[in-house]
Structure formats: structure tokens, C-alpha cells
């Protein structure tokens, strides 16, 4: 009968495994995993300054643990920082951990709440349930059981404590107060792609809207959004939406009724479109086409991105008028109906609509009255 190693045995081989051998130069990891912690420092340090996450990382925990030299949490604190920053999700919960316990830095559940996100959107399953009890208990004025009960969800593969907090939720789910524009708390629309980390302070929300468009250059309109998103969770992180171009971003949350939303301010040092418009016209209406394209010009020039729909897109048929789907957006709607000639602003008509987003309106422009 074939026995296995023993304990000691496999320990002892694991530690040969990280050991460097003939030709093969020492690293902190192998070092580490040797327990010559005063020679991983050494080596990580070294590693650290070109730019090793994972040696910053392996610095973080020496200092944290107290590994080959006395416990140190500040130290502790700013090498997870420079690994959080860098993007390592471990660095990130461990940042956010320092931060709600105040340990290495002062206290702070705001930026707990920051850095929990930010590790939960890269798949961290204990930041995940962090935030489901930040939302479910109201910490750093994050109350949400809509957005506590998505988190949990997102933890519940990996931890089953967080089945038992939906259930939890589920037998208490009373709405939580008014809705609130949310607060972005962290926005990165660079070349490294998209994250956004905003916090639901009031309100039940159904979920969220997630908006990101192009600056324009002077001279120059709104293009196309570049992204519109709806989420249920409190973040948003996406790397194949990496752009060098100037982008701004808002979030929206969204009424459980299906009717109204409040949206936070546009991030990204420039204002955002002041609204989406869809002009919808019969192809075979010359007329019509031509009233469109020149309403559509009149919304660019006023910071409204438009967007024509012939009735092959649109099927409009009907009387000329402005439709909005969102109470919020019935300002807008009345606005538009004074750049159409044959339109007051009782033509402006709230319909409910799954197909309008918050912040976007439907224009029917016939070649005739009717």
C-alpha cells in the first residue's frame, strides 16, 4: 500500500519548493516561504521599488504580523496603501479593514467604505459581506437594504454567513427613506479603464444607472454616451472601457416605483450633456426629417445629445409631442417643446416607459399636425 508524506514532511517540502536552487536567484517570496522574514524584507524592499505589487504586498504583511521585526501597523498601513493603489484587491480589503478599526490611521468608515468597494469589485468575497453589514446597519451613512442585499448576494458563493443575511433582510425589508442622489466618493476614468465608487445615503433604490460620456473638444457636441449601465451594487469597475480621451461620469438611483430618480452631480472636472433626446420621425415624411435634423442641431448646440430614429427604428406614428418616462425629467421635456414650432408645453406628455432612461426624453415630430 503506497503511504503519503507526513505532515512535517509536505511542510518541509513546500518550504524546499520556494527555495532558490542552482542558478536561481533568492526572492522575497522565496525567502518568505523559507521564514527568513529579515532577508524576504531585504528582498521585497528591493522588488518594491520597481514596482512589485506583490512585494508590497509581502511588506504589508511582515509589518502587520510583526514577522522578523516588532509589529509595526503604520507601516503596515502604508505599504497596503501603495498595494491597494496599485490594485491589488487583498491590499484593498486589508486597507479597508485598518481604516473600520483604526489601526495604523485614525478611524475613518467613509474611507473603510471606499476601499471594502473597491476590493469587492474585484471579487473580494469578505469586502462584499463587509458591505452588505455597512448598508444593512446604516455605517458612514451608507443605509440601503436594496444595496446590503446585493452584496450579500455577491459574498454568498464564497460565505455562507452571507445566506443568512438575506434572509435576514428579506423578513425586514421596509423601505429606508427618500431617495437621495448618491455621493460619488471615487472616480478613475483613465486609460486603466472604469471604476466608480459612489455610496447610497437615503432611499431604497431599486438600483443604480451608471453614466459615462465624452468631453467634447471646443467647438464640438456630445457624442453617443459611451456607456449607460444600470447596477444594483454601490461600484462600478470595468478595465475594456479603458480610454485616454476626457470622460465624465454621474450615477443615478433609481425609485422603486419605476418613476422617479435622483442623480448625483458629473464627475471628472467637466459638466456632462444636459440630456438625451431621441427625435422620432417617418422616413417618408421629407418634411418632418428636415424639422428634425434642424431641432436636433438647436438640442446640440444647447448641450442635449440627440439622436434621429427613422420610423423603421422607431415605429412613432401619431401627432407631433414630447414624451419623458421619469418625473425628474419633465423640465427638460417642456424646455424642448419650445424649440418646435407647432408644440407648448402641454405637448410635453409623462408616460411611463421602460424604454426611457432617467435623463432622456422622445420627441415625435410629424410633417403635419394631427
Request: charged share 25%.
Amino acid at each position: 500500500m503506497t503511504r503519503g508524506f507526513g505532515p512535517l514532511l509536505r511542510a518541509s517540502l513546500l518550504a524546499l519548493a520556494f527555495l532558490p536552487g542552482p542558478g536561481r536567484a533568492q526572492t522575497g517570496a522565496s525567502a518568505y516561504a523559507a521564514e527568513d522574514y529579515a532577508a524576504a524584507a531585504e528582498l521585497w524592499r528591493a522588488e518594491a521599488r520597481d514596482g512589485s505589487v506583490e512585494a508590497m504586498l509581502g511588506l504589508a504583511r511582515l509589518a502587520d504580523r510583526g514577522l522578523g521585526l516588532p509589529r509595526d501597523p503604520e507601516q503596515a498601513f502604508d505599504w497596503y496603501l501603495r498595494a491597494a493603489e496599485a490594485g491589488s484587491a487583498e491590499a484593498q480589503f486589508n486597507l479597508g479593514v485598518l481604516y473600520d478599526i483604526g489601526t495604523g490611521t485614525a478611524r475613518d468608515a467613509g474611507e473603510a467604505t471606499l476601499w471594502y468597494t473597491r476590493a469587492a469589485l474585484r471579487g473580494n468575497p469578505q469586502a462584499q459581506y463587509n458591505l452588505g453589514l455597512i448598508y444593512s446597519f446604516g455605517a458612514a451613512g451608507a443605509k440601503s437594504d436594496a444595496v446590503a442585499a446585493a452584496w450579500f448576494e455577491a459574498a454568498a458563493d464564497e460565505l455562507p454567513a452571507a445566506h443568512d443575511k438575506l434572509d435576514e433582510l428579506s423578513r425586514d425589508n421596509a423601505p429606508s427613506g427618500d431617495l437621495t442622489p448618491p455621493e460619488l466618493r471615487f472616480a478613475d476614468l483613465g486609460p486603466e479603464g472604469l471604476e466608480l465608487v459612489w455610496v447610497d445615503t437615503g432611499g431604497s433604490p431599486s438600483e443604480f444607472l451608471v453614466e459615462i460620456v465624452d468631453v467634447p473638444e471646443p467647438g464640438e457636441t456630445f457624442a453617443a454616451p459611451r456607456l449607460l449601465r444600470r447596477t444594483s451594487l454601490s461600484g462600478l469597475l470595468d478595465p475594456s472601457e479603458a480610454s485616454g480621451d476626457l470622460l465624465v461620469a454621474r450615477v443615478s438611483a433609481l425609485g422603486t416605483d419605476g418613476e422617479s430618480y435622483a442623480a448625483s452631480d458629473w464627475a471628472g472636472g467637466a459638466a456632462g450633456p444636459a440630456g438625451r433626446a431621441r427625435l422620432q420621425v417617418d422616413a417618408g415624411d421629407a418634411r418632418a426629417v428636415r424639422l428634425a435634423e434642424l431641432v436636433a442641431a438647436d438640442l446640440a448646440s444647447g448641450g442635449i445629445w440627440a439622436r434621429i430614429e427613422t420610423a423603421d427604428a422607431a415605429a412613432p406614428g401619431g401627432r407631433s409631442g414630447v414624451r419623458y418616462g421619469w418625473r425628474e425629467d419633465a423640465a427638460l421635456a417642456r424646455a424642448v417643446t419650445t424649440l418646435i414650432p407647432v408644440l407648448t408645453e402641454a405637448d410635453a406628455t409623462f408616460v411611463p416607459d421602460a424604454d426611457l432612461l432617467p435623463g432622456e426624453i422622445a420627441i415625435r415630430i410629424a410633417g403635419s399636425r394631427s
